[in-house]
């Protein structure tokens, strides 16, 4: 199977069951409703683990994540070549993944009737809007998930199926320490794939995309990754 499938495949799955337990704990009338912050960074922890041993089993990288794809290639761990089928099969497979979770819970959707509610199924944004502390916790979200893979995986510095468990576990440790301010994005398809979705998607009363945030997730896990990128290289 063709890297780009494989990459595209992970990723869509990572949203479908990263988003999906979004949609179930604050969408209106589902069974899961206000199952609250336990719920979904545990959600999050079973789709990156599938995410990334579905992409890695088929072929492809299972970074899921343009900004660990730029780091590994920044230190030669990954071939630079590959950049950009890679960060095509993440955007393109977040936003699969998004519109496959809005079909899922369109009645929930039509049901709920507070537009940042459904703009927060797709993506994050801050509980406090600093653009400045929102830069910094994104930063320092990315480099623990960065540079913790890096320690995590084998000693090429890639990706294997036994890696996916510790490095979900790492994404569950982020999410409950650092998840509170602006929702731990720690990856730019994650966040903007499905924030598209949200803009095309004929999702009723729905609000503004929140684009003024939206280059905070893209930009700071890039910065983040790469310093803990180099940071390892270092050490």
Not at 39 to 63: D, Q, Y
Not at 138 to 153: D, K, N, Q, R, Y
Not at 192 to 208: E, Q, S, Y
């Amino acid at each position: 199977m063709s890297p780009f499938i494989a990459e595209f495949t992970g990723t869509a799955l990572l949203i479908v069951l990263g988003d999906g337990v979004v949609a179930n704990v604050i969408l209106d009338k589902t069974k899961g409703n206000n199952g609250g912050l336990i719920a979904i960074t545990f959600g999050w922890t079973i789709a990156v683990f599938t995410g990334v041993f579905t992409s890695v089993t088929l072929g492809g990288s299972g970074h899921l994540n343009p900004a660990v794809t730029i780091a590994l290639a920044a230190i030669n761990k990954f071939d630079s070549s590959l950049i950009a089928t890679y960060l095509a099969a993440q955007f393109a497979g977040a936003l699969a993944g998004a519109i496959i979770v809005w079909l899922t819970y369109k009645n929930h959707f039509d049901s709920t009737t507070n537009s940042d509610v459904k703009l927060g199924v797709f993506c994050t944004a801050p509980a406090i809007r600093n653009p400045v502390f929102n830069i910094i916790t994104e930063i320092v979200g990315t480099f623990v998930l960065m540079f913790g893979a890096l320690l995590m995986s084998k000693p090429e510095h890639s990706l294997g199926t036994l890696d996916a468990l510790p490095v979900a576990l790492l994404v569950l440790g982020i999410g409950l320490s650092l998840g509170g301010p602006t929702g731990y994005a720690i990856n730019p398809a994650r966040d903007l794939g499905p924030r598209i979705a949200h803009f095309i998607l004929p999702i009723p009363n729905k609000r503004d995309s929140d684009w003024g945030y939206s280059w905070i997730p893209v930009v700071a896990p890039i910065i983040g990754a790469l310093i803990a990128a180099f940071v390892f290289k270092s050490l």
